[in-house]
């Protein structure tokens, strides 16, 4: 029986599919090592096949702070062996992802519902008093809730120490 390897390796056209990705990751790599951390993980490979490496970009910010340093990279892949006359840029925004919601629920700490109680008391208005108090027995069952779940996180792994 052959292995995978030697399969891959017969097959002309997945030999060199697989040479061109390990080409794409070594430069990609050699990239994130130049970039500061936080714009290296905005940039994948898009094309190395041409004589200008194609990069592309999770934002047009990004985009703009790899073209600055374009020339640097330049120098770093020639230092390595690989010969590019350029770099380009092009920006792949990210879809949305269902589960993202752009509105995300107020929460209260312990001095805020704490706060809000006291607040109650001092005001004259029974109806405007009784709102506020079910607001603060509302933020301190969420906090309740939220300590209870935590809590069942730290049961889970008792080996590790806080």
Known sequence: MRSLRDVIFAEAGLASLLDRRRRDLAIL???RKTLPPALATQISIADTTCPELMLSTASGAA????RH??????QCLAREGWKFTGIRLRVQARGMRA???KFYAKQMDESATEAIRAAAGRIGDPNLASALRRL????RSTLKDEQRTLQGVEDEHPQQKK
């Open 29 to 31: 790599d050699l990239l």
């Open 136 to 139: 603060a027995d509302q933020g």
């Open 69 to 74: 340093r374009a020339p640097e990279l330049l």
């Open 63 to 66: 985009a703009a702070l790899v």
């Open 99 to 101: 589960d993202r919601s």
